[in-house]
């Protein structure tokens, strides 16, 4: 039977966010079903003006679907009805994307009109050549460990017969959408008074993931050079 040392290695992998995802619902709540049907369709139409007018390219935005529900608090007598739409932005700007959401807030002053906006997990990305070289380091990092093994055990490494790859241990950034309950990100925007707020831009949030190896190295005698027994 072969002799062999058997080690895992593993690298990290900084990858940078690329592309921020909102999920913009908004609802209508009447006393009328038809009401509730035509506003609520009227008010998807203009916040997907309001948001081209601020920034945000078609493309940039898809359809989410709709729902409709009687809410439970209404009279028997007087069911009423909402209607709620959804419409899903990704953005590769956080500035340009929370400006066309600022923008939205006129439009929903009415108080049968409600928007709530949820951060989606973002997009990250690295460089190929930023995948290779942890991908190198982590066999590098089982190559080091093997070495020290065979060091204290008194014999040489040879050649590889066997490598496996244990696939990516995917890291949180802590950003909206992508929590890490160890810690968070956070931003921040001034108020200016009557002026215009003003957005106080940060590096866009960073996720760490782990490049995993596990790799077999046969041995040989260090005295002699032929395999270990």
Sequence with gaps: MDSYIEVTGQSSLVEQVTTYRADLSLSVRAAHADTAFSEAGALR????????SSGIAPDEMSEGGNAIWQPWFWKKSKPGQERAFKILITCSEAKRLYTALDALQPIFEHQRYTLSVSMLKPQFEASDDERAQAHAAALADARGKAQLIAS???????????????GTAVGRSGAYGDENW???YAAGA???GDSEPAYVELEGAKRISKIRYRVRFGIIAAETGKPAV
Excluded: H, N, P
């Design 45 to 52: 139409d203009d916040c997907i003006r309001v948001l081209k």
């Design 152 to 166: 204290e055990s008194g014999v040489r490494l040879s050649f590889i017969s066997q490598v496996e790859e244990l």
């Design 182 to 184: 160890g810690g968070m």
């Design 190 to 192: 001034a108020s200016m």
